[in-house]
């Protein structure tokens, strides 16, 4: 059973990169055909599909987003991590990170995941 936990810091200051983790347990990031997305739903409103890293390492964005984000992984803590450069309390959300067995790019629906994180809150504010 996929399982994923997000870290990071709950408080980012405006124009300050935010950075977080997701620790994954119970695959190899690097299995076929397994992709790793971030997602975020800001306070009142819907969820919002971030980006994508492969198995392979490819990466996808948003790009409303393409500008600030950078998603990497480290294999052999079996990590991926979001970037987001100069934060504004736009950003302020709870942040997901989540598995998918097909590539998934812009949607958001619960069912198209195999597993999802508990979701971390990140407040942007000086």
């Known amino acids: 059973q996929v399982q994923l936990q997000e870290s990071g810091p709950g408080l980012v200051k405006p124009w300050q990169t935010l950075s977080l983790t997701c620790t994954v347990s119970?695959?190899?990031?690097?299995?076929?055909?397994?992709?790793w997305t971030w997602i975020r739903q800001p306070p009142g409103k819907g969820l919002e599909w971030m980006g994508v890293v492969s198995y392979s390492g490819s990466t996808y964005y948003s790009p409303s987003l393409k500008s600030r984000i950078s998603i990497v992984r480290d294999t052999s803590k079996n990590q991926f991590m979001l970037q987001l450069l100069s934060v504004t309390p736009e950003d302020t959300a709870v942040y997901y990170c989540a598995a998918s067995k097909r590539l998934i790019l812009g949607a958001t629906s619960e069912n198209l995941f195999d597993s999802w994180g508990q979701g971390t809150q990140v407040t942007v504010s000086s």
């Open positions: 119970g695959i190899s990031m690097s299995t076929v055909n397994y992709y």
